[in-house]
């Protein structure tokens, strides 16, 4: 019968394996921060990261996100090192073929939603055929639209989507220049707010986690470095939980929103659980099969080995074991 101990050193053991020949330390790590990802203002306001590297001489540099595709495009080009996305984003690009692992949930969000102007005619996902949308392509807002088209009956080609970041998404539906958009919180939550903007269509199990993701490369190379890093960030969810209050203030003082705003997107946030278990698993994969049956995702494509793939929980279930090892 194995002892914890000896479970204990085989869970290290299969992350050592991950890379068999010691790497030299980094000078520098390399965090993306995203105002969809709060726990990520949390450790950038802090500097807690900065503090944790310090003693080995390791940098720590902040690059921000506008959304998950610009997360995904920097650690598939090498720019950062762990980067923020929705689950179902990172499917995509690990289908394209972006080398990384999911190996964090930092929030299970209501994030998106299709939106559309106050008086506006649209009432119903049907109403947007022959509509202009604006979208960011390889985002969870993206992947939203698409699930609710094909919910109506509809695909990308019915609509007439307007390709823009988020920020550009929002500031178009508030001039009329398209008719909806496939919005993100906190822009979302401002224009709902601030403008009357209308969440005509709502689905928050459509809304794939938020999930912190590692280059496959630099986990293989450091995976001592990750659980640290995984440390830190369990110590900013659980000082998200315990200061919602400051937590809403620090979100506002990052994109420059009002309290309420900010509150509003942290409403619909959940960050319950860091570890992508088997919720966030069914999550991913349920958005991939949906996409696939789209035809987003080409046939051939196995769904289900890639979304395994994606998905590695081994580094955070160590970083917790260590957090409850030490307040014992």
Do not use: C
Not at 11 to 29: I, T
Not at 155 to 172: C, F, M, N, S, Y
């Amino acid at each position: 019968m194995q002892t914890r101990r000896t479970i204990v050193v085989a869970g290290l053991a299969s992350l050592a394996l991950a890379s068999p020949l010691a790497a030299e330390p980094p000078k520098r790590l390399t965090l993306d921060w995203a105002y969809y990802n709060p726990v990520s203002l949390v450790l950038k306001e802090k500097g807690w990261l900065e503090k944790e590297f310090e003693k080995d001489g390791i940098a720590v540099r902040w690059v921000q996100s506008h959304g998950s595709n610009k997360a995904l495009e920097f650690l598939n080009a090498g720019a950062i090192d762990f980067g923020s996305s929705a689950g179902a984003a990172a499917l995509l690009a690990k289908i394209n073929g972006n080398p990384i692992q999911a190996i964090y949930v930092y929030s299970k969000p209501e994030w998106t939603a299709l939106v559309t102007r106050p008086g506006s005619a649209i009432k119903t996902v049907a109403d947007l055929k022959g509509k202009r949308v604006a979208v960011t392509r390889g985002t969870d807002p993206y992947i939203f639209l698409l699930r609710a088209l094909a919910g109506a009956g509809l695909g990308e080609k019915d609509i007439k989507p307007v390709l823009v970041q988020h920020a550009d998404g929002r500031t178009a539906l508030e001039r009329g220049d398209v008719d909806a958009w496939a919005g993100l919180d906190p822009m979302m939550a401002e224009t709902e707010l601030e403008k009357g903007s209308v969440l005509f269509f709502r689905n928050a199990d459509a809304n794939t986690y938020g999930v912190l993701n590692v280059r496959e490369a630099f986990a293989q190379e450091h995976p001592e470095i990750v659980i640290r890093v995984l440390r830190q960030y369990e110590r900013g969810r659980k000082w998200a939980l315990a200061n919602p209050a400051e937590l809403r203030d620090i979100l506002a003082k990052a994109a420059r929103l009002k309290p309420e705003v900010a509150a509003r997107q942290l409403e619909r946030t959940d960050f319950a659980d860091p570890i992508p278990g088997e919720k966030p698993h069914a999550a991913i994969l349920a958005a991939g099969a949906a996409l696939q049956q789209s035809g987003v995702i080409e046939a051939k494509v196995d769904v289900k080995a890639v979304t395994a793939a994606l998905i590695n929980p081994a580094h955070v279930r160590e970083a917790l074991r260590r957090d409850q090892a030490a307040v014992r």
